[in-house]
């Protein structure tokens, strides 16, 4: 079945630093894959999603680019902010078999100033 | 409604107790979707219902579990005689339908403590 990897956390970086949150997947077909984000005391939001192999989502400063070569999705972003510190929440959708989301385990990241 | 609403946004509850847990999704959508959100631990999915398709339950952990969608809008998530392990923040979803490029949208969850 479906299923997606991200890596562990906490990730701790100081402000300004780049930022890098690892995501592979193992689906069949193609699947849509999104990045949601889970700020402290709300729901989950969608951050960004690409559809097809080679697009690339943004949104806030962040982005990804859905590698079907190497089955991933790693989200980025060049400088982070405090206000970025959330959960971060790496899913896919596919395209055949169960239509709601596959998400990861989710990899939380603390910004300091 | 604006967005996904659910009720109670806490619960607290006596271990062996049946509760009932409340999603009230975006005015529209045809998809609906239940998780589970453990402490520490990814979203698990529960139940999937599509307009008026046969759920996909394939995600309930146990048969103390169900769900219902009446009139393919409100839905209520049931659990009966709850564990412990049951203790969790349960999680609605909409989107608009099912296509797979479709967008979710969710509710600020429930949070479920059994005692």
């Known amino acids: 079945g479906d299923s997606v990897t991200q890596m562990e956390g906490p990730v701790t970086l100081s402000e300004e630093a780049f930022l890098t949150i690892n995501c592979t997947y193992t689906?069949?077909?193609?699947?849509?894959l999104f990045w949601y984000v889970q700020y402290p005391g709300e729901g989950l939001q969608l951050l960004l999603k690409a559809t097809k192999a080679d697009d690339k989502g943004s949104n806030k400063g962040f982005e990804a680019t859905y590698r079907k070569e190497t089955t991933s999705f790693h989200l980025e972003k060049g400088s982070v902010q405090v206000s970025d510190s959330a959960v971060y929440f790496c899913?896919?959708?596919?395209?055949?078999?169960?239509?709601?989301?596959?998400f990861g385990s989710g990899t939380r990241l603390q910004v300091q100033p | 409604g604006a967005g996904v609403s659910q009720s109670p946004s806490n619960k607290v509850t006596e271990k062996g107790k049946d509760v009932e847990l409340r999603c009230d999704p975006i005015s529209g959508h045809t998809a609906l979707y239940w998780y589970r959100q453990s402490l520490g631990q990814g979203l698990e999915f529960l139940i999937y219902?599509?307009?008026?398709?046969?759920?996909?339950k394939s995600g309930l952990p146990s048969d103390r579990f169900s769900a219902e969608r009446t009139g393919g809008s409100v839905s209520t998530l049931t659990i009966q005689r709850t564990q412990q392990e049951d203790s969790a923040v349960y999680l609605c979803a909409s989107s608009l339908r099912a296509g797979r490029d479709t967008e979710a949208f969710f509710g600020q969850g429930t949070r479920l403590t059994v005692v």
């Open positions: 899913a896919l959708r596919g395209d055949t078999g169960r239509r709601a989301l596959t």
């Open positions: 219902f599509q307009g008026n398709s046969a759920p996909d």
């Open positions: 689906a069949t077909g193609y699947p849509s």
